[in-house]
């Protein structure tokens, strides 16, 4: 009996030895990002509302941004993005105006009422430069036809152009149905990605020069006439009730069933937004107020909220320590410092403070010595109200040397805990095991055989 209770303790020792050898390990990562944003305390009517500013790359609201709607007139932001790409001299390429675009716009009119047209009649020819003008001043719907025809030789294949150019340029909720914005569908598109198209846009040379022109005069030179096209945009009027001084383009547009829209730019005090606003409009007895145009009025209730109530503030200077984290191997310090990598600035609102802002660091829990000066050690996120507003580097503020004593406990410790190690030793546990029960039983066999050669004697 003693012997099945010994063999059955020397099994369960083995099995717990195993376990430990072959135990699986388990880590913990926090991959957690917040995106940051703030809320206007004005009233706005716009459904969908992106505001960006340019100079920090801050996102500062949004609203049903990515929420397809009409873009009406916004549509020939991409209009004019294909024809700047496409056109190698503004001045030299000619377009005309076809009797299939004249046609279709009359028919069109007929059905949904007068639209904006540049006043061309069938044949009329004039230069890309033009052209551009008059799609962005009047928005005249008329041009945008030409311009797609005499692009890419038809309606249908310029809208192909203009839906792979804007995937491209990262407007993946869009999808354009026509070069004008005239009502339709399928023509749809949201506030943040009419943005990424009009950033694009504002790269493009020339482009900022058209839009922001308040009138131009265009010559016609099949008819040797000239035409003046005024830009509808009442922010950049001065005789408008409407007129923004700080506001910057760039097209704005309505379409029946989807409300006002717009995209402008606004700068002021060293800053520059983005904004776009889309489903604006003041209802009477559920019927929109044509004569009251709140893309306008939104803009400027945000602009004015904006400028009032954000600053520039530094919240990271480079080089200032920051965090504590033990260092092992080190015979002369348990603990290495961390410091900021970087400056770290960020766009607030005004009555924020530097206490207000949380620092949590994402590093590693220990470090392993010799570290050197400035080398990478992770990240500092940067939290306000539990949103996350930005990150900065972390890098050594001192170099800490490796103690070679600790070194070889280290490496020795390493071995023992190696699973060829802790294999080698549990098969070694196994033998010892095995031939602790064989000898037990071959002495208890010698034994047996022992007393019985005594009896026989």
């Not at 001192?398 to 080698?424: D, G, H, N, P, Y």
Request: aromatic share 10%; charged share 20%; net charge neutral.
């Amino acid at each position: 009996m003693k012997l099945k209770r010994s063999s059955g303790f020397i099994f369960a020792m083995c099995v717990v030895v195993l376990l430990y050898t072959f135990a699986p390990v388990y880590a913990l990562t926090d991959e957690t990002r917040a995106e940051s944003g703030f809320v206007p305390n004005v009233e706005i009517s716009a459904k969908a509302v992106y505001l960006y500013n340019i100079d920090t790359d801050t996102v500062i609201y949004s609203k049903n941004a990515n929420q397809p709607m009409p873009p009406a007139a916004m549509t020939k932001l991409m209009t004019a993005i294909l024809a700047l790409e496409m056109t190698d001299n503004l001045d030299s390429e000619e377009v005309t105006y076809p009797l299939s675009a004249q046609n279709y716009l009359w028919e069109y009119q007929q059905e949904h009422g007068r639209v904006a047209n540049a006043g061309l009649m069938a044949g009329d020819t004039f230069s890309m430069r033009d052209a551009l003008y008059a799609l962005m001043l009047p928005s005249a719907n008329d041009v945008a036809i030409s311009m797609a025809e005499h692009l890419s030789g038809s309606q249908e294949s310029f809208v192909t152009q203009m839906n792979n150019r804007a995937r491209e340029l990262g407007a993946l909720n869009t999808n354009f149905a026509n070069s004008s914005g005239l009502s339709h569908s399928q023509n749809l598109s949201t506030a943040y990605d009419i943005a990424q198209l009009a950033m694009h846009a504002i790269k493009l040379p020339g482009f900022t020069e058209i839009a922001t022109t308040p009138s131009w005069n265009a010559t016609l030179k099949n008819r040797n006439i000239s035409l003046t096209w005024t830009s509808t945009n009442r922010m950049q009027s001065s005789s408008s009730s409407y007129y923004y001084p700080n506001s910057q383009g760039i097209i704005g547009g309505y379409v029946p069933g989807g409300g006002f829209c717009m995209v402008s730019t606004a700068s002021k005090d060293g800053f520059t937004y983005l904004l776009v606003v889309m489903g604006c409009g003041e209802y009477v007895d559920n019927e929109i107020n044509l004569n009251r145009e709140m893309q306008f009025v939104d803009s400027a209730r945000i602009y004015n909220w904006v400028f009032d109530s954000f600053r520039i503030k530094s919240l990271m200077e480079k080089g200032k320590t920051v965090h504590g984290v033990p260092i092992k191997l080190s015979s002369q310090q348990d603990q290495v410092k961390l410091m900021a990598g970087d400056r770290f600035t960020s766009l607030l609102p005004s009555d924020i403070e530097l206490s207000d802002v949380t620092l949590v660091p994402y590093t590693l829990d220990e470090f392993t010595a010799p570290v050197k000066k400035n080398d990478p050690a992770g990240e500092m996120v940067l939290l306000l109200s539990g949103e996350e507003i930005g990150r900065v580097p972390l890098v050594f503020a001192e170099s800490v040397e490796a103690s070679a004593m600790l070194i070889i406990l280290a490496r020795i410790q390493s071995i023992t805990r190696s699973f060829w190690f802790k294999f080698s030793l549990t098969l070694f546990v196994l033998l010892v095991i095995l031939y602790t029960i064989f000898m037990m039983r071959h002495n208890r066999k010698n034994r047996h055989n022992t007393y019985r050669r005594r009896r026989r004697l």
